[in-house]
C-alpha cells in the first residue's frame, strides 16, 4: 500500500488538481481519493456530472475540498466554468470514467461538465476507467481507450474483481492507494506505467517513488520573505603562518543550497570558508577562516535566520597555541606532535538554542553506518533535518560536480535522492527544507 508520508506531501504541496466524477459505484471511492489529494496538500476542484451526482452528493466533495463543486457546464459559483476550472491545473483526474464518458471523450464532446471542462484543459488528463468487463474489452471501447492513449491520456489500468453487476471480472476501478501512487509517480517522473489495451489481466502496480526526480515542483516564490543562513566549505585552523589544518571541502554543495535558496526568493546570507567559488547572485557572503571565526559569524546572523543550514565541513580540533613563526623540521626531527583542543560545534550550538532558534539543518559526511551515524547526529546536535552524504568515494561528496544523499528527521528518513548534480540536488534540498519549515510553523500555529 502506498504510504502517504512527506514525499507524497512534497508532490502533492500547492499542485492544482482537477477531479472528474462520473456515473459509476466506485464514485464513492473518489472520496477518499479527494480526502487523500486534500490532506496531502494538493488543491482538489471536483466536477461532477449529473449522473455521478447520482451516487455521491456535491455536497461529500464539497466539504472535502471546501469549495463548491461543479456539477453544470453553465455553474459560475466562486467564479468556476468549465474553463477557469483547469486554468492552472497540474493535472486532471477522472476517477472512475465510464465507458460512456471515455466514448464521449474520444468523439471531444463537450455535453456535461466533466467532457467540456477537459476538452477546454491543457493540462495532462488521467483516467481511472470503471466499467463490466465485456463493456471494457468491448471494440469499441478498446478503440476510444486507443485514441485517448495515442492523444497523450494517461490510462490507468482497472483491475479484476466483483463488479457493480455481480459478475467477477477486469473493469473495477483500481484501488485508491495506486491511483494516489500513480499521481504521485506522474507528478514525480512525468511518466506512468503504461494501459495495455488488449490485457485481459492485471497491469502491475504503480511504484510508489522513492526518490524524487523532477525540479521545480514548487512555485519559485517559495522562499519569499524567509532568512536563510548557510555555511560553506571548509575552516582552516592555522599550525603556523605556512600551514594549517583543514577539510576537503571546496564549498561547492553549501553555494549550491544558496544559490538555490536565493532563487527560490529566500534572503540568503552564506557564511563561507576559503573556497574558490564566486558568490552566487542575490547571496550575501560572509568569509572567514577558522571555526571559531565562523562561529562568531554564525553568532552574528541566526538571530534573524528562519533557516540555518550548516553545510561546511567545519575542523573539529584547532592548535592549543598555534606558532607565530614558521615551524622548522630541523626543530622536531621524524615526528611532531601538535596539541589539539575540540572546536565548538556550530550547528549543535545553534540546534541547542532556546531564543530565536531557526530551523535547524546540518550535513553528515559518512564513510559507513550512513543511517546510524546520521540519527545519532541528529539527535546529539538538536536538529530539524539532518542531510546524510557518503564522502568515500570520489565521484560524490568532497570536491565533485555530483552528489548524493538521504535525509533523515527525528522520526527517521524522510527521503532519498539519488546521484545527481550539486545544483540539482540543492534545488530538491531548498524545496524540501522550506516546505518542512513552513509545515513545522504550521503545526506551531495550530
Ligand atoms: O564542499 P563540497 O566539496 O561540495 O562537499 C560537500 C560536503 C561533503 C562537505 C557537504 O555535503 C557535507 O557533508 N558537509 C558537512 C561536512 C561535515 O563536517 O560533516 P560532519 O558529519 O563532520 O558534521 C556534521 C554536522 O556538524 C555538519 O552539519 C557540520 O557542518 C557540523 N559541524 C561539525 C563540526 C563543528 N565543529 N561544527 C559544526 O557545525
Not at 471515455?102 to 463537450?110: D, H, P, Q
Not at 503504461?194 to 526526480?213: F, G, R
Not at 577562516?289 to 565541513?313: E, N, P, R, Y
Request: hydrophobic share 40%.
Amino acid at each position: 500500500m502506498f504510504k502517504e508520508n512527506s514525499m507524497s506531501q512534497l508532490l502533492l504541496q500547492n499542485r492544482k488538481i482537477v477531479l472528474g466524477i462520473t456515473g459509476g459505484i466506485a464514485a464513492y471511492k473518489s472520496c477518499e481519493l479527494c480526502r487523500m489529494l486534500v490532506k496531502n496538500g494538493a488543491q482538489v476542484a471536483v466536477v461532477m456530472t449529473e449522473a455521478a451526482t447520482k451516487f455521491v452528493t456535491p455536497a461529500t466533495f464539497a466539504a472535502l475540498t471546501h469549495h463548491e463543486v461543479m456539477t453544470g457546464v453553465f455553474d459560475d459559483a466562486e467564479g468556476i466554468d468549465h474553463i477557469a476550472i483547469t486554468k492552472d491545473a497540474d493535472l486532471y483526474v477522472i476517477a472512475p470514467a465510464t465507458a460512456n464518458t471515455i466514448a464521449k471523450f474520444a468523439m471531444g464532446m463537450a455535453d456535461n461538465a466533466v467532457t467540456t471542462s477537459v476538452l477546454a484543459s491543457a493540462c495532462p488528463v488521467v483516467i481511472a476507467p470503471a466499467m463490466n468487463t465485456r463493456m471494457l474489452l468491448n471494440p469499441a471501447t478498446k478503440n476510444n481507450l486507443k485514441t485517448l492513449q495515442d492523444r497523450g491520456f494517461y490510462i490507468i489500468a482497472p483491475e479484476e474483481g466483483e463488479l457493480a453487476c455481480g459478475d467477477t471480472g477486469m473493469g473495477r476501478m483500481r484501488n485508491v492507494d495506486d491511483i494516489f501512487a500513480y499521481i504521485c509517480s506522474l507528478l514525480n517522473e512525468n511518466v506512468a506505467i503504461p494501459y495495455d489495451i488488449n490485457s485481459t489481466t492485471c497491469l502491475p502496480k504503480p511504484q510508489e517513488p522513492t526518490a524524487l526526480t523532477q525540479t521545480k515542483l514548487l512555485p519559485k516564490s517559495h522562499g519569499a520573505g524567509l532568512k536563510i543562513v548557510i555555511t560553506a566549505g571548509p575552516t582552516e585552523e592555522i599550525i603556523d603562518p605556512a600551514r594549517v589544518i583543514t577539510n576537503r571541502s571546496s564549498g561547492k554543495m553549501g553555494y549550491a543550497l544558496a544559490q538555490m535558496a536565493a532563487t527560490m526568493g529566500a534572503d540568503v546570507t552564506l557564511i563561507s570558508g576559503p573556497t574558490s567559488l564566486a558568490t552566487p547572485n542575490n547571496v550575501k557572503r560572509i568569509d572567514v577562516s577558522t571555526a571559531s571565526q565562523m562561529l562568531d559569524a554564525v553568532k552574528s546572523q541566526v538571530g534573524q535566520a528562519h533557516i540555518f543550514i550548516g553545510c561546511a565541513a567545519v575542523a573539529d580540533y584547532r592548535l592549543i597555541e598555534p606558532m607565530s613563526t614558521k615551524l622548522k623540521k630541523e626543530d622536531h626531527g621524524e615526528f611532531l606532535t601538535l596539541e589539539l583542543v575540540r572546536n565548538e560545534d556550530i550547528v549543535s550550538y545553534v540546534g541547542h538554542l532556546d531564543e530565536d532558534r531557526p530551523y535547524t539543518v546540518g550535513f553528515a559526511a559518512e564513510t559507513n553506518n550512513f543511517e546510524e551515524n546520521a540519527k545519532e547526529k541528529i539527535v546529539r546536535k538538536k536538529l530539524d533535518l539532518i542531510v546524510c552524504n557518503d564522502v568515500s568515494g570520489s565521484e560524490i561528496g568532497f570536491g565533485s560536480n555530483d552528489n548524493a544523499a538521504t535525509v533523515y528527521s527525528p522520526e527517521g528518513e524522510v527521503c532519498t535522492f539519488g546521484k545527481m548534480s550539486k545544483i540539482k540536488l540543492a534545488d530538491l534540498l531548498m524545496e524540501l527544507i522550506i516546505s518542512q519549515f513552513k509545515e513545522k510553523l504550521s503545526h506551531k500555529k495550530n
